[in-house]
């Protein structure tokens, strides 16, 4: 991957995290955004690069953090949104909070990347990844604000590649299938929930931050400056692959 400036928010989560390393073992240079202030301030320590504490649902704070980003880099190549929540009820049970919650999360703050990359970026380009689920292709019980959430996240990132096609600044995201990381915790560390969410993965194992950080990183790559507009499926096939039971060793 080429060296780059970029900006990720979320950086204090497991892909956002997974992703800033990454980035940064390839020689870029990462502004790393999020709430936790203790979980960035170790991680900025870690790999040495600058933090910004900000909540991605304030858009004012968000366009703020790329106008600050340009003016300690001097450049920004590209940007990531790894902000997200998991809601887990039906409908019936999804209260209002819920709902305004789960839409702030994951789409208010993809539309806040948008705006400001827009705003920011369009004069020199450059890549903007968003992330999506594969529950948007796929219909899993119990999941409707989250996949409604984020099926604004593919129709914005589609619409914004159409818009924004002729000022070199490309739009794409990344739909995953259940990735072990702090947020999924109390899924994948439940032994029955895991083996059952493991059957549903045609790969037959859940996602790892890494699994997901490497595609974004390749989205981000200058190299790959022919591809906009695309949701693409980091899932272990959970979105389109019904494999054979797998059998006993033996």
Known sequence: MQAGKFLVFGASGGIGSALARRLVSSGSQVML???????????ATDIDQPLAVVDAIDTTAVE?????TLERFGSLDGVANCVGTILLKPAHLTSDDDWQQTLATNLTTAFATVRAAGRTMRKTGGSVVLISTAATQIGLANHEAVAASKAGVNGLAISAAATYASSGLRFNVVAPGLVETPLTERIWSNPFAAAASREMHGVGRLGKP?????????????????????????DGGLSRVRALPRRSPG
């Open 33 to 43: 955004a999020g709430r936790n202030r203790e979980k960035l301030e170790s991680l």
């Open 64 to 68: 703020d953090c790329f106008k600050a």
């Open 210 to 234: 890494d699994d997901i950080a490497s595609a974004i990183a390749w989205l981000l790559d200058p190299e790959n400056s022919w591809i906009t507009g695309e949701v693409i499926s980091v």
